[in-house]
């Protein structure tokens, strides 16, 4: 290989790297995305059934904070107007209208959740006239049998102890140990909670939720949906209401959950929104209204790369002239564009260096895009029997000795002919979800049947085979390069990395040593050369 070709190559390398490093130490440009964990879809709505008077309906919405982020938000009153407040006991929204048959208007958010672990103060009690902390320590009027049952409680858990916090952990343990989750029934009256030691997520937040009060620490109840699958309800994703409580130490709420014993810490599961409640009606404040709450995990990737778009936009005016400053629908085209040399790389070095035989030079790159279209499988099913039928059909067309054009317009019509049948056939039977056709993949399929055809009439079934083996060989590897939701995003925010790529081209392109097929065909005659 000559200087030049080395200088070329090094050239591309090297100015590819120094656009890299100027966009991602000087604009600050992050190479590679950071991609979010635990993104959820959830959606509040309320079942509203009609009636003749103008109609104010209150309902939960999730509030930002150290754990969650709100990413965006949108909403649908069927008719109904939306005002959100902030109120002491949460976000709250309210649908505000007259209904005249049966609605659901809904309220969708998309947040970020994550894991969290509380640093637990020393813990100091407020004084009784703290005007923060006095609702929080006000234990409601409990009937006899209850406050004998409670004391009872103490009498058996609490031992002679000045550290208040030793206190919130006995009370907690008895809670999270002794009393059993039972969700099947509600379990209003303290009694029979103590008698029968099981109790809903309510009951048991209640019950700790008095134990802690009358020992003077503030303590709250929290309501919200714990997004595990033992919580879902159904299939749809709806998830019933679950209750855990705070307390107050040193000005700082500390989560404690007695359902699954988390203490001081919450996993990226629990989504609060409300407290210092213990009836949801008391938030939606009307009687023929139904509050539904469903909630649908978020490919993280894809809405980590719409996140990174924003971010890039924002970051530097050169960015303003980058492939982000086109058109979504442009942009979802050229994400895939980019990655077509990749595509040439692999069939360069399966032809090249490995010795693989393929129709065509780019008819392997070509498929793996018709692949990427319709999806792998049925990509490679659906292809497989179009082509066995435009064969046929081009076997009994060589009899009648027609000119090429004409030909090769019968199998196009042929093949559009088949891709309908197959779309109503498929519209009735579900074959393929979401199937939709593409003009590229039906131009791809005509040139693959002739150029089949022409193969096998030159070079005989076997060598024919054989190239087909490689075609796809090539097209799946390319199928799954161009499926890497990281390359795309990278590639297409640093499309100088393609010039990487030519050097590659530069230097595989003056190989001539033997291919790995060659080494395998001629092992013999190298064994007698040696």
């Keep these: 290989m000559k200087p030049y070709h080395w200088i070329s190559a090094g050239f591309f390398i090297l100015v590819a790297i120094s656009l890299i490093l100027y966009k991602t130490l000087v604009i600050g440009v992050p190479f590679v995305p950071k991609f979010a964990r635990n993104i959820w879809n959830i959606e509040i709505s309320v079942r509203v059934h009609p009636s003749t008077s103008t109609r104010k309906i209150g309902f939960p919405i999730p509030r930002q904070s150290d754990r969650i982020s709100i990413k965006s938000s949108q909403y649908d009153g069927k008719g109904m107007s939306l005002t959100i407040e902030k109120t002491p006991f949460g976000i709250r929204g309210y649908w505000r209208g007259k209904i005249t ?8 958010t998309i947040v970020e959740i994550k894991e969290k672990q509380y640093a637990i103060p020393s813990l100091v009690i407020p004084s009784k006239s703290d005007p923060l902390m006095k609702e929080y320590l006000v234990v409601d009027e409990i009937d006899a049998k209850d406050l ?6 103490e ?14 952990k006995e009370i907690f343990y008895f809670v999270y140990e002794e009393v059993l ?13 103590v008698d029968h030691l099981e109790a809903d997520s309510l009951g048991k937040a209640r019950l700790f939720n008095i134990l802690a009060r009358r020992l003077k620490i503030p303590s709250r109840i929290v309501g ?3 997004l595990r699958p033992e919580k879902k309800i159904d299939t749809k994703g709806r998830y019933e209401l679950s209750y855990w409580n705070e307390i107050n130490l040193e000005g700082k709420w500390i989560p404690l959950c007695t359902n699954y014993g988390n203490f001081a810490y919450l996993t990226d599961e629990y989504v609060p929104l409300f407290w210092n409640i213990e009836d949801i009606n008391a938030i939606i404040n009307d009687d023929f209204a139904r509050l539904k709450i469903s909630a649908h995990q978020i490919d993280s990737t894809q809405f980590a790369v719409q996140e990174y778009r924003k971010q890039l936009q924002k970051s530097h005016w050169a960015l303003a002239y980058s492939l982000y400053s086109l058109p979504l629908n442009v942009q979802s085209v050229f994400k895939i564009l980019v990655l077509i040399p990749f595509g040439a790389v692999v069939l ?6 490995i010795g693989l035989k393929t129709f065509g030079i780019f008819m392997p790159v070509l498929l793996a895009l018709f692949f990427h279209e319709t999806g792998l499988l049925f990509g490679i099913a659906f292809f497989t029997a179009i082509v066995a039928v435009g064969f ?3 076997y009994m067309l060589k009899k009648m000795q027609l000119l090429a054009v004409p030909h090769l317009s019968i199998i196009l019509t042929v093949v559009v002919l088949l891709l309908c049948i197959f779309a109503i056939i498929n519209y009735k039977m579900k074959f ?45 590897i390319s199928y799954f390069l161009f499926s890497i939701p990281m390359l795309q995003t990278i590639v297409f925010t640093h499309p100088e990395i393609l010039l990487c790529l030519i050097s590659i081209f530069i230097l595989m392109g003056k190989y001539t040593g033997y291919r790995l097929t060659e080494l395998i065909r001629f092992r013999e005659f190298l064994k007698k050369e040696s």
């Design 101 to 108: 048959e049966k609605r659901t208007p809904f309220y969708r």
């Design 148 to 153: 004998q049952s409670i004391k009872k409680i």
């Design 155 to 168: 009498k058996e858990i609490f031992v002679e102890s000045t550290n208040p916090l030793k206190s919130v």
């Design 181 to 193: 989750t039972n969700n099947k029934r509600q379990w209003k009256n303290i009694h029979e909670i």
């Design 224 to 226: 919200g949906i714990i």
């Design 348 to 353: 360069v070095i399966f032809r090249n260096i």
């Design 392 to 394: 046929s059909l081009r």
């Design 432 to 476: 393929v979800k979401e199937f939709t056709p593409a003009l590229f993949p039906i131009v791809i399929t005509t040139i693959f049947i002739e150029r089949f055809g022409l193969m096998l009439d030159e070079e005989g079934l076997q060598n024919t085979l054989y190239s087909l083996m490689g075609t796809l060989i090539i097209a799946t």
